[in-house]
């Protein structure tokens, strides 16, 4: 039997390589707009945040998803990351 690939994907703020299932994705869609890409698949600049809430924090507070996006990251959006973990 063939054993399947897993992708695996950089999180951009620890650095980490870590299997695609354990991140989360945020996406700046062609429009401008930021949203939390829970399909994996939508249209867009990509970034992949870890599934922790230091993390999230952590990009909050130094914007490292503002300089990765290239756009400016709503606080809403980090309230759902937030969220989405609970």
């Known amino acids: ?11 951009v703020v620890t650095r980490e390589k870590l299997p695609k299932g354990e991140l989360i994705r945020v996406v ?4 401008g707009k930021v949203i939390i890409d829970e399909s994996g698949k939508a249209n867009g600049r ?3 945040l870890k599934k922790d809430k230091d993390v999230f924090l952590k990009a ?16 809403k959006v980090f309230e759902d990351l937030k969220n989405l973990l609970d």
């Open 1 to 11: 039997m063939k054993i399947r690939k897993i992708p695996m994907r950089m999180c």
């Open 28 to 31: 700046r869609t062609p429009e």
């Open 46 to 48: 990509g970034a992949y």
């Open 60 to 75: 909050q507070k130094n914007k490292i998803l503002n300089r990765v996006l290239e756009v400016e990251v709503p606080d």
